[in-house]
Nanobody
């Protein structure tokens, strides 16, 4: 089993910055990817950014150039700059390990215009 605990959400004005962090515990050997997803009210959950075990990163088009993902062992962070109102969502930490998909409980990010 894997447990994921997120921190760093909050409220910020448009143009501001936030950093989300997630720490994994439990059976964390042989992780394939760690990343961040988000879900806005009435919307489907979408992948924001992921980093593979080989340190290759992918980003949603909507956040390229504004967000940066980094991983250090069991911790993955999402550095969010130039935040926009449309970035408002619950952000979930995700860890993929073989066929298993693990989720954190989510942290709310609210960006006011």
């Amino acid at each position: 089993q894997v447990q994921l605990v997120e921190s760093g959400g909050g409220s910020v004005q448009a143009g501001g910055s936030l950093t989300l962090s997630c720490t994994a515990s439990g059976s964390v050997l042989r992780i394939d990817t760690m990343g961040w997803y988000r879900q806005a009210p009435g919307e489907q959950r979408e992948c924001v950014a992921e980093v593979t075990n080989g340190d290759s990163s992918t980003y949603a088009e909507s956040v390229k150039g504004r967000f940066a993902i980094s991983r250090d062992g069991r911790q993955v962070s999402l550095h969010m700059n130039n935040l926009k109102a449309e970035d408002t969502a619950v952000y979930y930490c995700n860890l993929k390990k073989g066929p298993m998909n693990y989720w954190g409980k989510g942290t709310l990010v609210t960006v006011s215009a």
